[in-house]
């Protein structure tokens, strides 16, 4: 954190002068030149501010070093102190009785009294970028991914992951937090001591660079915990939270108080944050949760809404992603509305799109979570009565959302949210709760991921997801995840893997899939509902992909279809019956190797509700 301008300077400050500063903050407090290693902290309310060594545990002596009390420079406190090493634990002393962190470290302790002086780690990879439209992500929870609930202990599943063919980790917040799901910060620079700290995300992400796999960062800035460590940090008590906080209007949330996203220095401290995670743990992109209460909050100082424009929080993101976007490759994502897409937070900054508050620019985020095509998707395929699906809304969904430019969705039928406990569950729960009829459970699972991999747009498993794992993905603490499923559920794993494959242009023979066109070819609802399939097209000046969903459990032999994009032989490339993927299935149109086009028309044989695929 770097001085912040004065008081009467702040509010007119412009919001992008603060990149040159946040560009400097990493690695200068990693190191341990021979002057000695340099603590500082930003407490414009405090008398005084002391930096103390402390026992790392009741086995442990203090430090080589002594207490030293910092000097004050504007806003800031800082201190050299000497004989300083790594693994070295301390406290900052607030006006002789304040015992606090230090909000910089990147290390505390496991109950959150001390910071700990970082560790040096050399990486063996540079940091790994994946660009989007390429991008098969894969939400994970570190703390109940493995049995050990540890960044180590994730390491060792890392192979799994590569052979499966996802290429992108987004891990759940990992910040130190309350616990649980990480979404309740209370030391937001911090990496969780439980789940191996600092060292452990770094050897992580760089097993994850061996194998070519980027790791991007769920960060949470539109609420702090109700127990921050940084509440009334520096001892001012005269407002709502203190320094980091809005004081009055926008304060409140309903999980906590708000960053005062109209404090350059607040601000700054969170850009700093993206800019440790980029620099010195090699993060190659970010979710960022709720951004709609960043852009929105609350009608009254005692609202704890998210309703009302705040321009500010809006200028805040715009600042952070032009910030990250001066890195090549960081991809940002956002995670905003559960309904309508806000479509100006996937504009570009400098555009003329309109923000909250008459604001100009977009947030200048390259996607966001697809919430739309979701919900527009999934009440389809759960339907008890397969009859009356509305294929012409999946149709319009799959191939771009109404309003939306869908190739800017993040696409699932599983995320933390939706298959938790607070919500319906997970897809095989919600459709075989008793486990008495995996056929369907497995089948419409299956339908939803093909769905995602195919459409327009880039999709995300949720961990398990790709076993056919039915527990619910609870809060506060979801389940460990049961690895057992991986034998007993193989052919899943290999249906999701020849998918993701697919969509990867793994084989070279899909390459529409990351940069082709979309086209509705013709959906077929006819009155009496019997027939329910949808034919969609993706073409680039190299190949067509053709994508056949039929949802209803009904073998179309002979079947016709028309104003398809190329004539000549078309390759089946994929059969979501074929009995690999599960003895339930009916191995349907198995013997379906090739049909040939002619006129924009051909005979196809379609297996019963399943996704078939042909490439040519």
């Not at 301390?90 to 001390?114: M, T």
């Not at 890392?158 to 937090?177: R, T, Y």
């Not at 209460?293 to 609350?298: E, H, L, N, Q, S």
């Not at 075989?432 to 995602?452: E, F, G, H, T, V």
Request: aromatic share 12%; proline share 6%; with cysteine.
């Amino acid at each position: 954190l770097y001085p912040p301008h004065t008081q009467q300077h702040q509010h007119n400050m412009a919001w992008f002068h603060l990149l040159s500063a946040a560009l400097l903050a990493s690695h200068e407090q990693y190191t341990f030149p021979a002057d000695g290693y340099n603590f500082s902290v930003w407490a414009p309310h405090a008398s005084s501010v002391q930096v103390n060594p402390v026992a790392c545990s009741q086995k442990d002596n203090l430090t080589g070093w002594p207490e030293t009390q910092m000097q004050q420079i504007g806003n800031m406190w800082s201190a050299v102190v000497s004989n300083v090493k790594p693994g070295d634990c301390y406290v900052f002393v607030v006006n002789g009785n304040l015992n606090r962190i230090d909000p910089n470290s990147i290390d505390v302790s496991a109950d959150g009294s001390y910071s700990i002086v970082p560790t040096p780690y050399t990486f063996r990879n540079n940091r790994v970028t994946i660009p989007l439209a390429s991008g098969i992500f894969y939400e994970m929870h570190i703390g109940s991914f493995t049995q050990d609930g540890t960044f180590q202990a994730a390491i060792q599943k890392l192979d799994f992951l590569q052979k499966l063919g996802v290429n992108v980790i987004e891990l759940m917040p990992s910040a130190f937090s309350s616990g649980g799901w990480g979404y309740s910060p209370k030391a937001p620079f911090a990496i969780q001591p439980q789940l191996g700290g600092a060292i452990g995300l770094k050897q992580f992400v760089d097993a994850a660079a061996d194998r070519g796999m980027a790791v991007y960062m769920d960060v949470v800035y539109n609420h702090a915990d109700g127990e921050s460590l940084l509440i009334d940090y520096d001892g001012w008590t005269g407002g709502d939270s203190g320094v980091y906080f809005y004081q009055g209007m926008f304060s409140k949330t309903p999980w906590g108080p708000r960053p005062d996203y109209s404090n350059p220095s607040s601000v700054q401290y969170m850009m700093n944050i993206l800019n440790s995670l980029i620099n010195d743990f090699h993060i190659g992109g970010f979710r960022w949760d709720s951004t709609s209460c960043i852009r929105m909050g609350g009608s009254s100082p005692s609202d704890s809404g998210c309703t009302n424009d705040n321009a500010d929080g809006w200028k805040f993101m715009q600042a952070s992603n032009t910030f990250t976007g001066s890195f090549s490759g960081i991809v940002s994502v956002a995670e905003d509305t559960w309904g309508t897409p806000y479509t100006a937070v996937t504009m570009p900054v400098k555009s003329g799109a309109q923000g909250p508050s008459g604001t100009t620019g977009g947030a200048g985020f390259q996607a966001q979570w697809g919430y739309p095509w979701h919900f527009s998707i999934v009440q389809e395929i759960t339907k008890g009565d397969n009859s009356q699906i509305d294929v012409n809304a999946i149709t319009q969904s799959c191939a771009n959302y109404p309003g939306f430019d869908t190739s800017k969705f993040i696409l699932f039928s599983e995320n933390h949210d939706v298959s938790s406990n607070q919500h319906a569950g997970r897809i095989p729960f919600r459709i075989d709760p008793s486990k008495k009829n995996p056929y369907w459970a497995q089948k419409k699972s299956m339908m939803l991921i093909s769905l995602a991999m195919t459409c327009l747009g880039s999709p995300m498993l949720l961990q398990g997801q790709e076993f056919l794992t039915y527990d619910s993905f609870n809060f506060p603490e979801p389940p460990k995840l049961d690895w057992g499923l991986v034998q007993q559920n193989s052919g899943v794993v290999q249906e999701v893997t020849d998918l993701i494959a697919l969509r990867s242009n793994k084989n070279k023979n899909t390459p529409a899939f990351t940069d082709g066109d979309i086209k509705i070819v013709q959906v077929y609802t006819p009155s009496n509902t019997s027939i329910k399939v949808s034919v969609v097209a993706r073409s680039d000046s190299s190949n067509h992909v053709l994508m056949i969903y039929n949802f209803r459990k009904i073998e179309l032999d002979n079947f016709v279809i028309n104003n398809i994009p190329a004539d000549g032989t078309w390759n089946v490339v994929f059969n979501g019956d074929s009995s690999q993927y599960s003895s339930l299935y009916e191995n349907g149109c198995a013997n379906q190797k090739t049909v040939s086009v002619s006129g924009g028309s051909g005979n196809f044989c379609i297996p019963a509700f399943s996704t078939l695929i042909l490439s040519q």
